[in-house]
């Protein structure tokens, strides 16, 4: 079926019964994007999936798609066959001190990946908020928090607690407006650099850029920094057991040519145990992610 985009938006251009013709390569696009629930077939018109594409959207997905389509991510993604051959992540084959050295050295593209973990974060931090008890943990710390949007909830959230966000220098300099005196904030480095002692240390999606050796290397760091008994709380998408399509399958995919991956809680488990950790329950969130929640052993 031809596609056809019908303009809705300014009363003064065409009455927006009048359709106009797509170019053949927009019509193609659209018509692909169709097939997955985004935009619909006959006209472009928004879908609850393509709603999530604008800025102003609430649970906007859209620095999160600009993200995997930087420069860096697609060549990665085009030396795929070599990861899958060798096991090795293929950025690291393909750009110069791998994603995070990329990230690093383009400041435009280390901003949109910000965005897009930030964009990532707001359509989690809802439900974690909404299923954890934070109440009785004095000191939260959350290591790799980037811009600090699920710590700064998780504080505002809970009226005892202060919080810690932990993340590379130039990540948490962009933070600094979310600084006060129940959230401070440092920049460091998790696999150099001492962390910041706490009741509690979240992870979110931190560990899943990993492979097991580097996962256990930040773990470990975590406990050595830990209070007796601290909490450790892993915030992922976790791998099902079936092998039907899904996100985290797709993203494990992904992963695979940064050095990462995704793992089912069986996996999450035996890796906390190499780290001094005992899993004690995962809770869904209802919002795509699991909070895996462990004990300093």
Known sequence: MPMRL?????????????????PARSTACSGCSALYGIFEYGAVAHTAASRMLRQDHPQSMRSLVRMFGLPGFWTAVGELGSAIRTGEPSANRALPGGIWGYLTENPEASRIFGEAMTAK??????GI????????????AD???????????????????AGVLFDQPHV???AAAVASDRLHVIGGDFFNDPLPVADA?????????WDDSASQKILRAVRRAARPHAK????????????APNWPTTLDIV?????????????????????????????????GISIIEATAN
């Open 6 to 22: 019908v303009k809705r938006h300014n009363p003064q251009h065409r009455s927006p019964r009048q359709p106009r013709r797509m």
């Open 121 to 126: 974060a707001h359509g989690h931090i809802a």
């Open 129 to 140: 908020v909404q299923v954890y008890d934070f109440s009785g943990l004095n000191v939260i």
């Open 143 to 161: 290591i790799g928090g980037g811009r600090g949007h699920l710590i700064q909830a998780i504080v505002s959230a809970t009226p005892t607690a």
């Open 172 to 174: 948490v300099k962009e």
């Open 201 to 209: 240390y979240i992870l979110m999606e931190v560990i899943h850029d």
């Open 232 to 243: 450790l709380l892993l915030i992922e998408a976790l791998l099902p057991n079936e092998s």
């Open 255 to 287: 992963m695979l040519t940064i050095g990462g991956r995704q793992r089912t809680l069986r996996e999450y488990s035996e890796l906390l145990r190499e780290s001094a950790f005992v899993m004690t329950r995962d809770i869904d969130t209802h919002s």
